[in-house]
């Protein structure tokens, strides 16, 4: 086969066939295709779509491009959670100690940033020495020793996804329902869960902004999970602003281990106990999601989640001593306030432009090979429909390039938008589908 064949068979609009998928995840996976025929690939699927058969061939491919772990030898059920993507988002690192601190084994592939959205991966390198980089019986090893773990894609685990993604990333090709599906399930299907929650995001900083189009990429990859034989549940949540208030990796880290201990932002507290509870009942521990709820709220106030956060810390060699003091964490030399401009109610934010300026301080990349600054990132407090006096502080900006510093508060400022009209205040969910 010839990928320039491939490549101008997808732009044509043609339907690829089961083989032509897994020759080109497979080539590329051993490096025999240049990442530019990729990406000219992945435009091509981004503008022309790709039929189910299509999506499901894919995902297999990107599932299979690696090994594909079975951990029934560890735990008879590994529960596992993936958000489809958005900003602030940090939400793994608070659900996953927490349904681990009750007894089920969580074991999770995550990724790193992409497009204006944050990544775990890149999150949790905010403290020193934290390495995703995981063998497999290191996987199982933790997995069994301390019931969590959260790996990156490794030459082993899903290697496909881990290179398609980091070309999206920079190709303004992620928000493809068929990619953004590919690469979620085959993470997960490759990390041999049993049960997976996912998180599907709708709104201005979500890669799906229309309900009906996340709802049809919940569905179908809640499809693609029970066809593998998994247990799956998809939330449908709101991304019409940030989630919490911190966005930006050390800044993010900050939040999470707040609200592990109790103090974190409301709305955020809120999202992580509801997708936990979800999590908790398909693994079968709680019969109802407010049984669950219980149970959670337990274990969070006796601060076992929190020592199960700093376990994984410690046992993927980062340092403990930045969780029990997240003054410890990476630090920006500017800080600024964001104010008002105006008096009056919080109309709209966009979401998306709040991500961008984060990416544009240096917290995300712009091209493959930009590192990423652990330490800038914002502090937005203000939320849709609250009541703001102009010169307000409603937010924070860290930088680390003056330059950088007043270009982000440009940018923010004008992503929010402030009227006189009365707003109410967003939901955090929209839908669950089983
Ligand atoms: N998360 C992923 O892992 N992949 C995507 O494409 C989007 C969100």
Redesign the pocket.
Known sequence: MRMVDIIEKKRDGIQLSSDEIKWFVSEYTHENIPDYQISALMMAIFLKGMSQKETVDLTLAMAASGDQLDLHDVAPFVIDK?S??GVGDKTTLVVTPLVAACGVPVGKMS?RG?GSSGGTLDKMESIAGWSSNITLPKFKKQLRDIGIVLAGQTAVLAPADGKM?ALRDVTGT?GSMP??AG??MS?KLAAGADGIVLDVKVGNGA?MTELEDARALAELMVGIGKDAGRKMVALLSDMNQPLGQAIGNALEVNEAIETLKGDGPTDFWAHCLETAAHMLVVAGKGSSLDGAKSILNAVHQSGVAFEKFKAMVVAQGGNGRMVDNPALLPKATFISDIKAPQSGTIQAIDTGEVGWAGVNLGGGRLVKTDQIDHAVGIILHAKVGDIVEAGDVIGEIHANDSMKQSLALAQILSAITIGDEPVEPLPLFYGTII
Request: aromatic share 16%; hydrophobic share 45%.
């Open positions: 993936h489809s993507g990724g992409l993604y992620v990619l953004i690469s979620i993470k890669f």
